[in-house]
């Protein structure tokens, strides 16, 4: 009697062993201190494969993207544009004057750039529009100037070196950063050739510090965008060869809606269209009489989403995450609240705290079941499943080339997006679908948290254990 009860005890610890023992290898990070949680599974028969600490709740850095795409598809669906407009209450006389303000209207598409600022002013010009008496005014009215939630984003309103902590509003372009192209002057020891990377006018101001060297020399550029008595200023350091291509440097402007004033006022001056007032920026909403003058449809929700994950582009990550509130005027916290009322609605996803779409900010929270739990459901929503599995990467052929390790195993069946912040603990998180070698479709959500005491961490440290794991699963189904 005794025997078969011991017995039957160990069948009944079987199935726990297993699914434990799926992450064997990540789990040594454990051993070093770090915090992991991690979880996989296969759907339709919801098999757990592997799983340590699945409802740990840890941060996901970027693969808080991945709920961004999904509540942004269940909101808007994956053909939704985004329209820009040019409005004004003003007439227009037989001259083609326009008798009073010209108003730029942004709708948060993350996805505006130049070529649309050009499409809007061409469009004004064959409306007929040869002047404007008043003034340009860009209305922020949606949504901007944002509070900075994360220390980059702060410290990049008066001063940055990098394109990722743009700030946000309503009616930002180029994915909020200033562009310019340096290329060798005329002879060894002149000035750098600087010009707008958006035509011949000049834009924003340029501090050019870069000398022409020798054919054959060395091509250093430093660049830092700095704000000097309210005026954006790229600051550019270092040397280019004579004979170097000409280089394009990107920094995160001080204030994308005065940065999309200046750049449609000169899109609109190289039409042909005079404006004699001077630019403007304001968040009050504008007139409800108000005509529309030009107007241009962005990219389907489909392509954006799939630059916003593929590039893990945080402007556009958090610029849909503001789209999403019902709040007036809403702050990225409103923006985290509608995604998180949407995964309210996903089974047994359990609990989540977010504080933004991007992932930059830290102190959001969820846990490797959730993760997989919001991955299923988007799987049984076929009219989404498409436009939301095409925004992850798969290792093989992904822009993230640290990702191409493993066999061709891991390379080939595997679509994911990845997470890494290093302040104030270091981050690495992964979550995705793989096939296994029958075709069955499965999930995966994996994340390793430092502490304060934890050492540093890359991406070899996880991706490396990680791969042998998630390959030894799909092998063996």
């Known amino acids: 009697m005794f025997c078969r009860v011991l017995l039957a005890l160990l069948l009944l610890c079987l199935p726990l062993a297993a699914p434990a023992a799926g992450f064997t290898e990540l789990g040594r990070l454990a051993e070093r201190g770090f915090l992991i949680g991690a979880e996989a599974r296969l759907l339709g028969s919801n098999e757990v494969l592997g799983s340590l600490a699945p409802e ?34 003003a007439e227009l006389d037989a001259e083609g004057t326009l008798q009073g303000d010209l108003v730029f209207e942004g709708s948060g598409d993350p996805g505006l750039a130049t070529e649309d600022l050009w499409r809007l002013a061409q469009r004004l010009h064959q409306r007929g529009v040869r002047e404007v008496s008043g003034r340009l005014v860009v209305s ?118 005065e940065q999309t004033a200046q750049t449609l006022a000169a899109m609109l001056d190289q039409v042909g269209i005079a404006v004699q007032g001077v630019h403007a920026t304001t968040i009050e909403p504008p007139s409800s009489v108000a005509d529309t003058l030009a107007a241009v449809e962005g990219r389907p929700l489909q392509a954006l989403l799939l630059d916003t994950l593929h590039y893990s582009n945080n402007f556009m990550a958090d610029m849909l995450t503001l789209g999403l509130a019902d709040t007036p005027r809403p702050t990225l916290l409103d923006g985290a609240a509608a995604i998180e009322h949407f995964v309210a609605g996903i089974p047994d996803h359990g609990p989540l705290d977010l504080r933004s779409g991007s992932g930059l900010t830290p102190e959001s929270r969820t846990s490797a079941r ?108």
């Open 56 to 89: 740990r709740q840890l941060s996901p850095a970027s693969v808080s993207k991945i709920y961004l795409a999904a509540a942004a598809l269940d909101r808007w669906e994956p053909q939704h544009r985004f329209t820009t407009r040019l409005i004004s209450e």
């Open 140 to 257: 922020q009215w949606r949504f901007g100037p944002v509070a900075c939630l994360t220390t980059d984003r702060c410290e990049a309103r008066e001063r940055v070196a990098n394109t990722y902590s743009a700030l946000l509003s309503s009616v930002g372009i180029n994915h909020g950063n200033w562009c310019v192209s340096v290329a060798p002057g005329g002879e060894a020891q002149a000035p750098a050739r600087v010009t707008h990377c958006d035509g011949q006018a000049s834009i924003v101001t340029v501090d050019n510090q870069v000398i022409t060297l020798a054919a054959g020399g060395t091509t250093a550029l430093d660049a830092e965008r700095v704000t000097r008595d309210g005026e954006d200023v790229m600051v550019l350091r270092g040397t280019i060869a004579g004979d170097a291509a000409a280089r394009d440097v990107y920094r995160t402007s001080g204030d994308p809606a």
């Open 370 to 477: 959730g993760v997989n739990a919001l991955l299923a459901s988007l799987f049984h929503r076929p009219s989404l499943f498409p436009a939301f599995v095409g925004s992850l990467q798969t290792p093989s052929n992904g822009v993230m080339r640290f990702l191409r390790r493993g066999s061709p195993t891991f390379q080939n069946r595997v679509m994911l997006k990845t997470g890494t912040l290093n302040q104030p603990v270091a981050v690495r998180a992964v979550a995705g679908y793989f096939r296994t070698r029958t075709g069955r479709w499965g999930v995966f959500s994996a994340f390793v948290n430092g502490t304060a005491t934890t050492p540093w961490l890359n991406w070899t440290q996880v991706l490396d254990p990680l791969t042998e794991d998630i390959e030894r699963m799909i092998e063996a189904n």
